[in-house]
């Protein structure tokens, strides 16, 4: 068993690192670059403590390790758990490994030991140098570091664990929501609600006119305090932190172990007997048609591809939601951002710096959703050339795809600037319009070169293979050309503006109108000479 | 570059922001107002003749709740204060909220059962006052009146 269960870990680990040592010495060099590494990564955190200790006053102190290990944590059971659902439930590997002459309960255990293995890993890298860290700034005795051996082996375990064990239930609440796509969108749009009135809420207890420097302090000491209290909120994590301080060490070992204990048990009796159902359930029929289907005859090339796109949409909802991600952040942040801003008693000036550095953060946010855009070609994949012996005039699938991407956008632009204007009454109506326009101008202008990116250099066979828009390069260029966009326009805004307030926006609108133009006129052009070149 | 990155840079770009306006684009602050007059903690047991206040946080700090609370007030109310506020001992930190008129006192592990002395004072006129916390029930805490001798 040990042995079958050591062969599926090292054929899982090997697809995820290089396990085979062929040249020593490189080997060797490999291992003290990432020693010395470590150490500079212990050295930046003294320095780090050092600062918040000794610059902004927050105590380093047993419940400041407790909530760094905290969070942590968190961060690594959230990790956890995504990734489990993914590599226990979802992984293309589990075909493969299923079929070997091994037990489920072998697989399910390896899955869990790489797990493990990567968890290690990536403590040992940030965790180890800051607990480090902490005992060379608090100047701790020996036995601290004795207690750090121990905890290296301890503390990825427990996220491991509690993942094994949570990813279930969520697994089966993803299963529900995939083939529910209308309640997906009814929690989302409750979730928001109650996002934006728990931020309204706590914009009301800032004071206005908005001091800075006293804002500067209440924040640094309730950053304190709630460091220095989520300690108490930390259970098995505060047991933990005591324990590293010298507290009550063998009593607090027996607790931890005795967790450690109980989370097995609960793996060994809940997830492993469920593995093996969840594993080989696949979501394929899980959508019933309840229509019959009817051909008919389209009149119009490019309404039946605006449909198609619109019903490709709607059926794969949660990829709609990855790629607006950030236009349903937008309200939140320009909500909080410009109720400090507007709290603030300013100058004339401020007021049109106010206007500038709205344009740019909206425009960042925006031009960064256009992702879809940039990879609406390649998403296609193998179906593209298919696509292409069409007897018709296929190039109105770009555009088509293009003027659903841009009024996707402006619709939820125009909805994001009506809620500006009932949540901001503070905020001159002329303003937030101006702005709209502006805004909608630029973000046209880059779904049009975001396409065109796409257009010039599509990764058909790329997606094809993988069918993943992950680590995508035309996705790179396109947030990039936003970015540069968002900065550019923002400066010319807050110097225009300044200048002069109305012709300055006159000339801002002009702009935005002329850069979407040229954007339009190029991207006709590419569309014209390129879409007939593009090959798997 | 990815989304991630841009709601970092968002984030960057609005505290940046933020400060941004107050250094240049807000009006200056008002200088009518006026200097403190006293800073008084309300909060205490005992008082002895040179007027040392004096809690006693047997009962109110321990391992599970190391966080002590000191509420005080600032005459007149809308002065121009800078209140800052320290302790005598290493490990334990005073955090003041001037919006709240509170002191927060942190107890390191170590020190629940130390006594110790938290001063609070305004930067601009050197107003203080201060009050000691013991781990010790009221009845049990002997004050030194040093006016005795």
């Known amino acids: 068993m040990l042995r079958r269960l050591f062969i599926l870990t090292m054929i899982q680990l090997s697809s995820k690192m290089k396990l085979k040592i062929t040249n020593k010495k490189r080997f060797i060099a490999n291992l003290a670059l990432r020693f010395l590494g470590l150490v500079v990564v212990t050295v930046v955190m003294i320095f780090m403590l050092y600062f918040l200790s000794k610059v902004l006053y927050v105590p380093i102190n047993v419940y400041f390790v407790i909530f760094v290990i905290f969070i942590t944590q968190i961060a690594s059971i959230i990790a956890c758990t995504t990734g489990l659902m993914v590599d226990l439930y979802e992984s293309k590997d589990n075909a493969i490994l299923l079929s070997f002459p091994a037990k489920h309960d072998e697989v399910f255990t390896s899955k869990l030991v790489v797990f493990y293995i990567n968890e290690f890993l990536k403590n040992l890298s940030f965790l180890v140098p800051m607990l480090i860290a902490f005992g060379f700034i608090s100047s701790l005795p020996f036995t601290y570091y004795f207690n750090i051996l121990t905890m290296i082996f301890i503390l990825p375990l427990l996220p491991v664990l509690l993942a094994a064990i949570i990813s279930i239930p969520i697994m089966y609440i993803r299963q529900f929501l995939r083939v529910h796509n209308t309640l997906t969108l009814i929690l989302l749009i409750t979730f928001g609600v109650f996002v934006f009135l728990g931020l309204t809420g706590l914009l009301d207890e800032i004071p206005t006119p908005i001091r800075i420097v006293a804002l500067y302090n209440k924040f640094i000491t309730s950053v304190t305090l709630f460091i220095q209290s989520s300690a108490k909120y930390a259970s098995i994590y505060g047991v933990i932190g005591r324990l590293l301080y010298g507290v009550n060490v063998l009593a607090n070992y027996g607790i931890v172990i005795g967790v450690i204990i109980v989370l097995m048990l609960m793996v060994l009796l809940i997830s492993r007997p469920l593995f093996f159902k969840l594993a080989s359930h696949t979501q394929e029929y899980a959508v019933t048609k309840k229509h019959r289907g009817k051909n008919k005859r389209s009149k119009s090339l490019f309404w039946t591809f605006f449909k198609k796109e619109f019903t490709i949409s709607m059926r794969s909802s949660n990829e709609m939601i990855s790629n607006y991600v950030l236009l349903i952040l937008f309200p939140f942040i320009v909500y909080v951002l410009n109720y400090i801003y507007i709290g603030i008693d300013r100058s004339t000036f401020g007021t049109k710096l106010v206007i500038a550095f709205d344009i740019m953060i909206s425009l960042l946010l925006v031009t960064a959703s256009n992702t879809a855009s940039a990879t609406a070609i390649s998403v296609e994949g193998s179906e593209f050339v298919l696509l292409k012996t069409a007897p018709s005039d296929t190039k109105k699938m770009a555009w088509a795809k293009v003027a659903f991407n841009m009024i996707a956008s402006s619709l939820m632009i125009l909805l994001i600037f009506i809620l500006f204007q009932l949540s901001l009454p503070q905020f001159s109506d002329p303003d937030i319009w101006l702005m709209f326009v502006v805004v909608i101008l630029v973000n046209s202008g880059h779904i049009l070169w975001s396409f065109q990116i796409d257009l010039l250099n599509p990764k058909l066979s790329d997606y094809a293979a993988t069918a993943s828009l992950s680590n995508n390069e035309n996705v790179s260029k396109s947030i990039i050309i936003g970015l540069v966009l968002s900065i550019i326009f923002g400066g010319i805004s807050a110097f225009l503006l300044i200048e002069d307030y109305v012709t300055g926006w006159i000339r801002i609108i002009l702009i935005a109108l002329v850069f979407f133009v040229v954007r339009f006129y190029l991207f006709s052009n590419f569309l014209k000479v390129y879409f007939r070149e593009i090959e798997f | ?149």
């Open chain 2, 1 to 149: 570059m990815n989304k991630k990155m841009v709601v970092l840079l968002v984030l960057i770009l609005s505290a940046l922001s933020i400060m941004a306006i107050s250094v240049w684009g807000s009006l200056p602050e008002s200088n009518n107002r006026p200097s403190v007059v006293s800073i008084t903690i309300t909060d205490f047991d005992l008082q002895n003749g040179d007027g040392d206040k004096i809690k006693s946080v047997k009962d109110q700090v321990s391992e599970d709740d190391y966080i002590y609370k000191i509420p005080f007030t600032v005459t007149p109310i809308n002065s121009d204060s800078k209140i800052k506020a320290s302790t005598n001992q290493p490990g334990i930190t005073a955090r003041v909220d001037d919006m709240e008129s509170v002191i927060y006192v942190i107890f390191d592990i170590d020190k629940i059962g130390t006594t110790v002395t938290v001063t609070i004072w305004d930067k601009n006129t050197q107003i203080s006052d201060e009050v000691t916390l013991m781990f010790l029930p009221p009845s049990e805490i002997i004050i030194v009146d040093p006016d005795i001798f």
